[in-house]
């Protein structure tokens, strides 16, 4: 059974939430604080984390910045912050989805569904070291390195360097990219792919201004131009 954590200081709506989520046969833990959210989240092992940015502590996105210190979960944001640079922030801190308040609850749940089942499908099997050894990209394992040392990436963010490793030098799109990633229903921010790949261009490109390994294609798309 997949268990998720909300953080969640407004009871009404984390009931809602949580009786719909329930409903689908999720097991959910829950908290009303970010500090407790945190608490719960070391001492469990949870496949998501819901988590509210307005809480009566510390910032959701103080909460989101401290999980990915140490952890890859899956984290949805939900807010009644809605502009564009909000949604930008939210992925730079280490969100992979952005939800605004308010939403429905039907479709929260659809969202979680659609997100266990791409956690249920793999890329085809690749393991690949470039550079004579300087990176290393590892699609089993989920595992990133850089001259041997571990690289701490975002769900999403792993997903799309592994999409585009093993497409093996051909362009994918936006579109494509999003399909792969997040399924043919996301209606999330559309340039939320051009976000990740400038936040894994940071992780592994030594000039980022020139990448090497996470190369734009004009008016098509990105493509994976490393060399082995």
Do not use: W
């Amino acid at each position: 059974m997949n268990h998720i954590l909300l953080i969640e200081d407004e009871q009404s709506v984390s009931t809602v939430i949580k009786g719909y989520l329930e409903k689908e046969g999720y097991k959910v833990s829950s908290a009303k604080s970010g500090l407790k959210g945190l608490d719960v989240f070391n001492t469990e092992d949870f496949k998501l984390i819901i988590l509210d940015l307005m809480l009566p502590d510390i910032s959701g996105e103080e909460v989101c910045k401290i999980i990915r210190q140490t952890s890859d979960v899956h984290i949805f944001m939900l807010t009644a912050k809605g502009s564009l640079n909000d949604k930008i922030e939210g992925l730079n801190i280490g969100a992979d989805e952005y939800l605004i308040k308010p939403f429905s609850p039907r479709e929260l749940t659809a969202r979680v569904n659609a997100l266990f089942r791409r956690i249920g499908s793999k890329f085809p099997s690749s393991k690949v070291i470039y550079d004579d050894g300087y990176l290393l990209i590892d699609c089993d394992k989920r595992a990133v390195r850089i001259l041997e040392q571990d690289i701490p990436f975002t769900p999403n963010e792993f997903d799309i360097i592994c999409a585009l490793v093993t497409a093996k030098g051909n362009v994918l799109s936006r579109e494509q990219l999003i399909d792969k990633i997040f399924g043919v229903d996301f209606n999330g921010y559309d340039r939320t792919i051009d976000v990740h790949i400038k936040n894994i261009r940071k992780k592994i490109e030594k000039d980022t201004k020139n990448p090497k390994y996470i190369v734009t294609v004009m008016k098509a798309g990105y493509k994976f131009g490393g060399e082995k």
